[in-house]
Nanobody, 111 residues
Framework: QVQLVESGGGLVQPGGSLRLSCAAP????????MGWYRQAPGKQRELVAV???????DYADSVKGRFTISRDHAKNTVYLQMNSLKPEDTAVYYC?????WGQGTQVTVSS
């Protein structure tokens, strides 16, 4: 059983920042792309950002220039730095690798 352990969600005001973390087993982390997805109430889950094992990144248009995905191979951890947060970024954020998913972490952007 592969466990992805997420942390870092919370409540933040518009314009604020949060950093999400996701730790994965080294055996699966080192050779696979890692992604962050989100799902808002009443909406489908959508891809936010993805990073290849070599560090190539891609982002949803809605977060380009505001979010940064990165990975630390020494810690088997992928990060999502979220800046200039907007109320529409409110969602449950999930870490993904292959067919494995984290438990989700709530991000709420509200004044």
């Amino acid at each position: 059983q592969v466990q992805l352990v997420e942390s870092g969600g919370g409540l933040v005001q518009p314009g604020g920042s949060l950093r999400l973390s996701c730790a994965a087993p080294g055996s699966i982390f080192s050779t696979n792309a890692m992604g962050w997805y989100r799902q808002a109430p009443g909406k489908q889950r959508e891809l936010v950002a993805v990073i290849s094992s070599g560090g190539t990144t891609d982002y949803a248009d809605s977060v380009k220039g505001r979010f940064t995905i990165s990975r630390d191979h020494a810690k088997n951890t992928v990060y999502l730095q979220m800046n200039s947060l907007k109320p529409e970024d409110t969602a449950v954020y999930y870490c993904n690798v292959k067919w494995y998913w984290g438990q989700g972490t709530q991000v709420t952007v509200s004044s």
